[in-house]
Nanobody
Framework: QVQLVESGGGLVQVGGSLRPSCLAS????????MGWVRRAPGKEREFVGV????????KYADSAKGRFTVFRDNSKNTAYLQMNTLKAEDSAIYSC????????????????WGQGTQVTVSS
């Protein structure tokens, strides 16, 4: 089972950018599709985006399209979530997750999860 650790969250102003990353260990990242989800206080967990094993295929939630990009560097065993033009409603804990299949939005399709990194967008 792959272990995942996120980093790169933080505090940013509306309109700014952040790039959380997800470092995998215990198993090569190239064997997994990598997804990102988020959970804001008082809200359900929400799918953000996913990238297939080689970066050639991606899928995004409507809220992320045009602003967020999911990509990966298998040589570094790391997946990334580039977030641009951030809005206050993007504030949440962002977690990465690994799946043997791509590209599903459903949480039950992901077998390993990171602990998450906090993203706060201030207005």
């Amino acid at each position: 089972q792959v272990q995942l650790v996120e980093s790169g969250g933080g505090l940013v102003q509306v309109g700014g950018s952040l790039r959380p990353s997800c470092l995998a260990s215990g198993h090569p990242l190239r064997d997994y599709a990598m997804g990102w989800v988020r959970r804001a206080p008082g809200k359900e967990r929400e799918f953000v985006g996913v990238v297939n094993w080689n970066g050639g295929t991606t899928k995004y939630a409507d809220s992320a399209k045009g602003r967020f990009t999911v990509f990966r560097d298998n040589s570094k065993n790391t997946a990334y979530l580039q977030m641009n033009t951030l809005k206050a409603e993007d504030s949440a804990i962002y977690s990465c997750a690994a799946s043997h299949y791509c590209c599903d939005e459903r949480s039950e399709e992901y077998t390993s999860w990171g602990q998450g990194t906090q993203v706060t967008v201030s207005s």
